[in-house]
């Protein structure tokens, strides 16, 4: 299933949010506050932000940390209706960003070893058993 990746790095964290998806991460280096950093399309819009104009739409989102107003938690929840937002998986969770992904049903996994996860790696989140695998090729 997974015969074109030559190595499978498996990393045991927290489930915050269940669910099991795989998709392509995307990761930032700093925390980022949904309100005002990301746009309803999945824009990172936040200027002083590494990932600058670019969309986490279909992606695991990877982000040390959530920071900003609680509004954030309806910004995290509208990415996940119009189904833009696929996973999370954080350093340490934070309540706007816990509570987005759970309202959201959006697989969220944390306390994750962020210096495995590379922009472009396959990623699986599975949020029922705190597992994170990262398919490196």
């Keep these: 299933m997974y015969g074109e990746f030559m190595e499978i790095i498996e990393l045991k964290g927290r489930s915050i949010s269940k669910g099991l ?30 990932l600058y104009g670019q969309s986490i739409a279909d992606k ?43 309202l959201g049903k959006i697989p969220m996994v944390d306390k994750i070893d962020m210096g495995n996860i590379k922009t472009g790696d396959m990623v699986l989140i599975d949020g029922d058993n705190g597992i994170v695998k990262i398919f490196k090729k």
Excluded: Q
Excluded at 73 to 101: D, F, M, Q, R
């Design 21 to 50: 998806i795989k998709a392509e991460a995307i990761v930032s280096d700093v925390p980022i506050s949904f309100l005002g950093g990301v746009n309803e399309d999945g824009i990172i819009i936040d200027k002083e932000n590494e």
């Design 60 to 102: 695991i989102f990877v982000f040390p940390t959530g920071k900003g107003s609680t509004v954030g938690s309806y910004v995290i929840y509208g990415l996940a209706k119009k189904g833009i937002l696929k996973g999370i998986i954080n350093k340490e969770s934070e309540p706007i960003v816990a509570t987005g992904a759970i």
